[in-house]
């Protein structure tokens, strides 16, 4: 059983440009979040797919989207990157309203210059 | 959500019981303590969770005090390989009107020496 998978794993990119990252939850998982990591620090939450629709979002501007397909799997888009944007991008899937464990993916480690 | 404190660093002796204190004194009875933990750029691993009862699997016990302010997280054994950050995190319980995020702190660096 594959768990959380992302890509890319890592990503380049230039001040300004957009960017699109990829995740496949768990299978049998149809919920997912997505997280950013900055160096040093713990996970922010940035917002939480359930049944395609946006469920709940964290202290991120409107630069910060995503999408969630019929399959579950996700896509976060970043537009006009910032060098801030810098960071570890965790996703992390679970199964609806349970009260049970997320898990996480390796993440996708963006880096703007 | 309520937030947890948890010392920000912390030795073991390989072979040793790992104990891992969280303060999360303003915690609210539907709230949730979870804890994981994160291996050097690698994805949180999910270790343990519980409500009010203490809490054991394969990995590690969750001891939680009656009050429910306070818990810790027991490694029986630790190994080299159980250095890692450790995050206690209070978890709103998914409802119809909550969707319950994770609120990571700065977690607890655990490094384990032979």
């Known amino acids: 059983d594959a768990g959380v998978t992302q890509s890319p794993t890592h990503l380049i990119k230039t001040r300004g440009q957009q960017v699109t990252l990829r995740c496949s939850p768990k299978?049998?998982?149809?919920?997912v979040s997505w997280y950013q990591q900055a160096l040093g620090q713990g996970p922010q939450f940035i917002f939480q797919y359930y049944e395609e629709e946006e469920r709940q979002r964290g202290n991120f501007p409107d630069r910060f989207s995503g999408h969630q397909f019929p399959n579950y799997s996700s896509e976060l888009n970043v537009n006009a990157l910032l060098l801030g944007d810098s960071a570890l991008y965790l996703c992390a899937s679970s199964l609806g309203r349970r009260n049970t464990e997320a898990f996480f993916g390796q993440g996708t480690r963006l880096t703007v210059v | 959500d309520a937030k947890t404190t948890q010392p920000t660093s912390m030795d073991c002796a390989e072979g040793r019981a790992a104990n891992l204190p969280c303060n999360h004194s303003t915690i609210s009875g539907n709230e949730y303590v979870y804890w994981y933990r994160q291996i050097h750029s690698q994805g949180p691993q999910y270790i343990i969770h519980g409500l009010k009862n203490n809490e054991t699997n394969e990995m590690a016990s969750l001891i939680i005090t009656e009050d429910r302010k306070s818990s810790t997280l027991i490694l029986p054994h630790a190994t080299l390989r159980d250095t890692a950050v450790y995050y206690c995190?209070?978890?709103?319980?998914?409802?119809?009107?909550?969707?319950?995020?994770?609120?990571f702190g700065a977690g607890t660096q655990v490094v384990v020496t032979p």
């Open positions: 995190i209070v978890r709103v319980a998914m409802t119809t009107d909550s969707w319950g995020k994770f609120q």
């Open positions: 299978s049998g998982h149809d919920t």
